[in-house]
């Protein structure tokens, strides 16, 4: 059973910055697409960034794109997401998520989900 485990959110003044971790276990996870997904209080999930566990290749939300990395470390099989130059519309509660299918921005394509890890950035 896949297991998604988010960590490393918190309080950060704007500017700041965090890093995300997922660990993910359970499967091999050569073939997956992994991502991040945001929710903010009374909005709707949106797409952060995504990556392709094999090759590595990246997609990111407009709103975050200079600003925040998504990585994967294969010996650790953890997803990071890298978030520098906070804003206080970062605030959200941040998600994990993995699927075997080609990457994707679209959340209802994800299968697996972690339970979240809340990021507040601070004006």
């Known amino acids: 059973q896949v297991q998604l485990v988010e960590s490393g959110g918190g309080l950060v003044q704007a500017g700041g910055s965090l890093r995300l971790s997922c660990a993910a276990s359970g499967r091999t996870f050569s073939s997956y697409s992994m991502g991040w997904f945001r929710q903010a209080p009374g909005k709707e999930r949106e797409f952060v960034a995504a990556i392709r566990w094999s090759g590595g290749s990246t997609v990111y939300a407009d709103s975050v794109k200079g600003r925040f990395t998504i990585s994967r470390d294969n010996a650790n099989n953890t997803v990071y997401l890298q978030m520098n130059s906070l804003k206080p519309e970062d605030t959200a509660v941040y998600y994990c998520?993995?699927?075997?299918?080609?990457?994707?921005?679209?959340?209802?394509?994800?299968?697996?989900w972690g339970q979240g890890t809340q990021v507040t950035v601070s004006s």
């Open positions: 998520t993995a699927d075997p299918s080609r990457l994707t921005t679209i959340a209802t394509r994800y299968t697996y």
